[in-house]
């Protein structure tokens, strides 16, 4: 729980340093990147939605409560459809914006520590390919978590309990993915999946305002980015201090 609000309070003074360090205009590929995004996996999610809940409802083949499970199936397809959706957005955003992020990232720590960071040695490429592996990597994992949940929501009275797992396995991921702006250059693939996995709480925190912040009609996927990513940038950057104390 510590950990979580700490990836939280990061936000609050996200607006100010990126005010400051005069980091908005690194986010404007970024933003658009997130907006057409968002555009092309609504207009499919809403393309399919109908057609995922009459698909489920077919295979109750009685007249009996044949209604009833057409509306249950039609809620549950709305439901499966917007968590998948959420899930491509975010690791697509995710994966295309780590060029420009790792900018943003690096500037952001060169003002919390005060001095000049080491540049990263990868380039443009390679931070598109790490990007996108990570990405990959954690889609995976984060499918085999979120079915059984969506199964969970099938079930009476447990259907709230999926909803709140749900969220929190897409936050965890989100946060994670925010975060690896910056251990891209501290940390390689494999030492970075482990520390991310030691500051679980960090990740989902940070995660959790990343999925609040989707739910603001069009100007949140516009601000997304920029708020996570700098709170992201600013959590990891402390950490990484603190574990070089200890």
Not at 133 to 158: D, K, M, Q, Y
Not at 204 to 223: A, K
Request: glycine content about 8%.
């Amino acid at each position: 729980m510590q950990g979580i609000i700490k990836g939280i309070q990061a936000y609050f003074g996200a607006f100010k340093l990126m005010s400051k360090l005069k980091l908005w205009k690194y986010f404007f590929i970024p933003i658009t990147i997130s907006v057409v995004t968002a555009m092309v996996i609504g207009g499919f999610s809403y393309a399919f939605s109908d057609n995922l809940g009459d698909y489920i409802a077919s295979f109750w083949s009685w007249e009996f409560g044949k209604e009833t499970f057409q509306d249950i199936s039609s809620i549950f397809g709305g439901f499966v459809i917007v968590a998948i959706g959420f899930l491509l957005f975010k690791h697509i955003i995710l994966a295309l914006s780590a060029p420009f992020m790792g900018t943003v990232s690096k500037k952001i720590e060169e003002y919390l520590l005060d001095r000049p960071v080491k540049e990263s040695e990868s380039s443009s490429m390679q931070l598109l390919i790490r990007g996108i592996r990570i990405s990959i990597r954690n889609l995976f994992r984060e499918l085999i978590l979120t079915l059984p949940i969506l199964l969970l929501g099938l079930i009476p009275l447990i259907g709230l309990l999926s909803t709140i797992l749900l969220f929190l396995v897409q936050a965890y991921f989100a946060g994670f993915g925010n975060m690896d702006y910056t251990l891209e250059r501290h940390f390689n693939y494999s030492k970075s999946v482990r520390f991310v996995k030691q500051n679980r709480g960090l990740a989902t925190g940070n995660g959790l305002l990343f999925m609040l912040f989707l739910f603001i009609p069009f100007i949140g996927v516009i601000l997304v980015l920029p708020f996570s990513v700098t709170a992201a940038t600013i959590i990891t950057v402390n950490q990484i201090q603190q574990e070089k104390k200890s």
